[in-house]
């Protein structure tokens, strides 16, 4: 039977909390795949609409990656 990696509640900080559910082996990997997950979703939301209010928007966000936080979740059956 494979063991799967447990899943990780992440906070990532974005001049606002976004909260992913990561799968992954320890809370510092459980972080570093949060933050390429929330800045590929900002990528695609300012691809879709390039030149509104979207895009401004992002493009004013800041990481404070001291804020960003990993909790363990309960193991998935």
Not at 35 to 50: G, K
Not at 69 to 74: N, S, W, Y
Request: charged residues 25%; negative net charge.
């Amino acid at each position: 039977m494979t063991t799967r990696p447990p899943h990780w509640r992440v906070d990532i900080y974005y001049s606002g909390f976004t909260t992913l559910e990561i799968e992954a082996a320890d809370a510092d990997a459980a972080i570093l795949k949060g933050r390429v997950e929330a800045a590929y979703r900002l990528s695609l939301a300012t691809m879709a609409d390039p030149d509104g209010a979207m895009a401004q928007l992002v493009t004013t966000l800041e990481p404070w990656e001291e804020c960003d936080t990993a909790e363990p979740m309960a193991q998935k059956e």
